[in-house]
């Protein structure tokens, strides 16, 4: 197995990103996955390394990547030491990042030999989840698209007839506790107003009605983050979608971080096993 970490892509004018490959080396062309981070998270969190391992000892080319502004950096790509640059992220700077590793990924001659470029799936994890949905739509390259946790509404997220939002948008910048960290991590209002000119495009229902990418949906039945709900709703708006609920899960399947154990908690090895029955079963 092949494991390459920390390779960056440059982009001009642009931040760069930092990702991960897994791989066997086998002059064999591989189903591709990309995973996307959700809020507050990064490629190396928890037993996302555990993941990579077993999709490619499935036979997957696995590629995890940092968003751009997810307060990471390329020298140091766990936690959140660039504070400035999460404060001046949105969802379509991840949307952005997203279009480039899957052009990356599309066109390399480094791993030609290794990766079927007309099979490439996007799993994401809750707010990673609504960015794969709307990539997907967008992106004719993408196969399946698969939620884990995943949500199914940004807009109601912002809460905009709350008073934490009128003073945000009075002061211009509001912050939210990390409470792994204990960091103060900034929002700038300009994230909310980016959502609001983009609003259409940002509509997780308007993507998954219009999907042409095979979907699955996981689900815990105890996510206190992302309820279930979000689940069923996605699954309402695309009747060919499949939705599996895991009994008794939590947000991120029973893992944290760190996560120091050698074998995948048994919730998320469920979404794992789930997740390659539903590709694999499309490949046949």
Known sequence: MIQENNLVLTRENNKPIAYDVCYSLN???KPVIIFCHGYKGFKDWGAWHLVAEKFSKE?????KFNFSHNGGTIDQPIDFPDLEAFGKNNFTK????????????ASS??????????NISLIGHSRGGGIVLIKSEENSLVKNVITW????DFKA???ENSENFKQWKKTGITYIENGRTHQQMPHEFQFYTNFKENEKRLTIKRAVKNLKARQLIIHSSED????LTEAQLLHKWNPRSKLITIDQANHVFGASHPWNNKILPNNLLTAVSKTIDFIKKDSL
């Not at 036979?59 to 590629?63: K, P, Q």
């Not at 001659?109 to 007309?118: C, F, S, V």
């Not at 946790?149 to 199914?152: I, Q, T």
């Open 27 to 29: 002059q064999t062309k």
């Open 59 to 63: 036979g997957f080319f696995f590629l």
């Open 94 to 105: 991840e949307l952005d990042d997203l279009e480039g590793i899957i052009s990356l990924i």
């Open 109 to 118: 001659e480094k791993y030609k030999n290794e990766i079927d470029i007309a």
């Open 149 to 152: 946790a995943g949500v199914s």
């Open 157 to 159: 997220r912002f809460q």
């Open 224 to 227: 206190p983050t992302v309820t």
